[in-house]
């Protein structure tokens, strides 16, 4: 998957193992960056990929 590439919000759910509600949260916050086309939200490859590094940053 390119980094331009969109996921889905139940895409980003199955991947984090988080819920709805969670990770519509981590987009109200801009810890998660999205975009929305017509009324679907989308959440580009390359911001799913910049969430996990710098949560593992602050892990480390």
Not at 30 to 41: A, E, F, K, Q, W
């Amino acid at each position: 998957m390119s980094d331009d590439d969109l996921m889905t919000v139940p895409e980003v759910m199955a991947r984090l193992r988080l819920g709805r509600s969670a990770v519509y949260d981590l987009i109200r916050t801009n810890r998660l960056r999205s975009i929305t086309i017509g009324r679907s939200r989308r959440i580009p490859y390359g911001s799913y990929r910049s969430f996990v590094a710098s949560r593992l940053e602050e892990a480390a």
